[in-house]
């Protein structure tokens, strides 16, 4: 209690060396608060933006040599896409994810790239096949610019805002509902062309050139334009019959005759070539075939504990397939942005580093400048414990009082930020914070988490400027005092 009452009196009796040191932790102190309040904002939008978008909380796919995510091929390299490979037994895992009792809902995607051309206009994209509403259900944060959204069973492509935007912007015209969208698609064997009438326009809430490119195709065309083709239904009883010698193919039979049935009926063969539907069977598309099964959990879910049901049941059911989290499934988008987090985060480290040698500094020149008193304490019988507990007790009431201004004060500023909001306007700082309105928030225990911080940052730096006037004698300390 006594050390208590005589560092109460000497911070008191040094208030503007005191006034001081509490303004440099409050300062450091407020801008630790305000840059985290802005990271913790930014983390929970960049997770709301891509789980209420487009990744749920957890994907199931495919196993493959090469990683992949829902943007195709995770190997950067340029202009190269490489075919998703589909789900097997897709039908029986959806069935055991909807009968999990955490799962909020299920649904299905298959991804590809394509080129869209709209108005004789050629912009990249990447499609995501859909089924019906259900899937715009799943992720509420999906907006409906104008337009509708596909419904269950129904052809068509709701096209970003981004890429209408593009359109308008190349040919002229802004895309109308109604209108023919054309997809190509060129790999090695050649090349697929698919259209598909514009239905409506949608925009995500976060954007970035990725993000921008996406469209929501109805899943028979994303089928086919995938490559998923079920194959010619022609059974084996109506295969040809070819001798096993071959020379017999090429053999002229002078028997064999045409007779001419007089002129070519014209009608008779375009009412021939209007029949397609031996031609449609034939190449229909695999009606099973996704890519990706997409898991919401239920509102209050643990999510590690989702994560373990879908897990178990993975297993148990002997399915060779990925379980991967929302941020596995958005791949390098996830990745680019949480390293640019990183590098921010760092920034706030090296800003805390600075803080803490600035305050080191201060106390070292205000220590120093009391060699006398401690001198004279020393020479009086004082001993190095007592003193010791005298400058954590000063020290520890500086910085407890310049941690909680620069708490209040940082929390105060990020409240007012956070009602009013900072509008970005800058793609890549809108994929950093995850919107294009930053609202930096704080709790009430990041608020201790910061007054904790704030006294370490204190409980370090008195260390070595205490150190620094033990290691001398009193008179030592008394002469250079003087």
């Known amino acids: 209690m006594l050390i208590l009452k005589i560092a109460l009196r000497n911070v008191v009796r040094h208030r503007s060396r005191s006034l001081v040191i509490i303004a440099l932790i409050a300062f450091c102190t407020a801008l630790f608060v305000l840059g985290n ?181 109805d899943a028979a065309t994303a089928r086919s334009l995938a490559g998923y083709i079920a194959g010619n239904a022609r059974t084996k009883d109506e295969a040809p019959v070819v001798s096993g010698n071959i020379d017999a193919l090429f053999d002229s039979d002078a028997s064999a005759s045409v007779e001419a049935s007089g002129s070519v009926d014209l009608a008779k063969v375009e009412g021939a070539l209007a029949d397609t539907s031996s031609r449609d069977a034939a190449f229909s598309s695999e009606g099973g075939a996704w890519n990706f099964i997409l898991v919401r959990a239920k509102d209050g879910v643990s999510l590690s504990r989702l994560e373990t049901s879908l897990s178990a049941e993975i297993k148990s059911g002997g399915f060779s397939v990925r379980l991967l989290d929302w941020r596995g499934t958005a791949g390098t988008q996830a990745q680019m942005i949480y390293a640019l987090r990183i590098i921010f985060n760092a920034g706030i480290v090296i800003l805390s580093f600075a803080a803490i040698i600035i305050i080191i500094n201060s106390l070292t020149i205000s220590t120093l400048e009391r060699s006398a008193e401690i001198g004279t304490m020393r020479a009086i019988g004082a001993s190095k414990a007592f003193v010791s507990r005298l400058f954590i007790a000063e020290t520890t009431m500086v910085t407890v009082l310049g941690a909680v201004v620069g708490v209040a004060l940082g929390g105060v500023v990020a409240f007012l930020i956070g009602r009013t909001g900072i509008r970005l306007t800058n793609s890549l700082l809108v994929s950093l914070f995850g919107g294009a309105t930053l609202r930096p928030s704080m709790s009430l225990g990041d608020a201790f988490l910061y007054l904790a911080v704030a006294l370490a940052m204190g409980a370090v730096a008195w260390i070595y400027p205490v150190r620094l006037v033990l290691r001398c004698t009193p008179l030592q300390a008394m002469n250079k005092a003087e």
Not at 143 to 165: C, M, S
Not at 171 to 195: C, W
């Open 37 to 217: 309040a802005a990271l913790s904002s930014s983390a929970r939008g960049i997770k709301e933006s891509f789980v209420q978008s487009f990744t749920g909380d957890f994907s199931i796919s495919a196993r493959a040599d090469t990683a992949f995510s829902l943007f195709g091929n995770e190997v950067p390299i340029v202009g190269d896409y490489e075919i998703t490979p589909p789900l097997l037994q897709h039908d029986e895992i959806q069935a055991r994810m909807r009968g999990l009792p955490d799962v909020g809902s299920v649904v299905s995607v298959i991804s590809g790239a394509a080129q869209l051309n709209v108005y004789e206009r050629r912009t990249p994209t990447i499609f995501f096949g859909v089924e019906g509403r259900g899937y715009f259900e799943a992720f509420p944060s999906i907006r409906l610019v104008r337009g509708d959204f596909l419904e269950d069973g129904q052809t068509g492509v709701v096209l970003n805002a981004a890429q209408a935007a593009d359109i308008e912007k190349l040919s002229g015209k802004a895309p109308a509902i109604g209108d023919m969208a054309l997809f190509t698609v060129t790999n090695d064997s050649g090349f697929m062309l698919r259209q598909a009438p514009i239905r409506g326009i949608f925009s995500y809430s976060s954007s970035n050139d990725t993000l921008d490119r996406i469209c929501l195709l």
